[in-house]
């Protein structure tokens, strides 16, 4: 069984920076594409920022400049450091992997529970 573990989040000021973490575990076999959604009530999921397995990324308009994705290949980790955080950041994040347990298995989407993030003075 595989899981995906989140860390990190919590209350900030406005212009304050915050870290999430997101550790796949269990049994991998390799790991795709890794990113962060995020979601306000009333409001559709939307992504955040992805990173393929080559490195490349890709964000949100919203976040660009801001927020940056990187990853631990050896953790199976995707981490979102998030800086100039503003009260429009505010959601609940959530990270998602897409894997296979092993050479013959099909690829598959996993998501990781939700951590609130709260930009507010």
């Known amino acids: 069984q595989v899981q995906l573990v989140v860390s990190g989040g919590g209350l900030v000021q406005p212009g304050g920076s915050l870290r999430l973490s997101c550790a796949a575990s269990?049994?991998?076999?390799?790991?795709?594409?890794m990113g962060w959604y995020r979601q306000v009530p009333g409001k559709q999921r939307e992504l955040v920022a992805a990173?393929?397995?080559?490195?490349?990324?890709n964000y949100a308009d919203s976040v660009k400049g801001r927020f940056t994705i990187s990853r631990d290949y050896a953790k199976n980790t995707v981490y979102l450091q998030m800086n100039s955080l503003k009260p429009d950041d505010t959601a609940v994040y959530s990270c998602?992997?897409?894997?296979?347990?092993?050479?013959?298995?099909?690829?598959?989407?996993?998501w990781g529970q939700g951590t609130q993030v709260t930009v507010s003075s």
């Open positions: 998602n992997a897409e894997l296979r347990t092993s050479s013959t298995d099909y690829w598959r989407r996993v």
């Open positions: 269990g049994s991998i076999f390799s790991i795709n594409a």
């Open positions: 990173i393929a397995s080559g490195g490349s990324t």
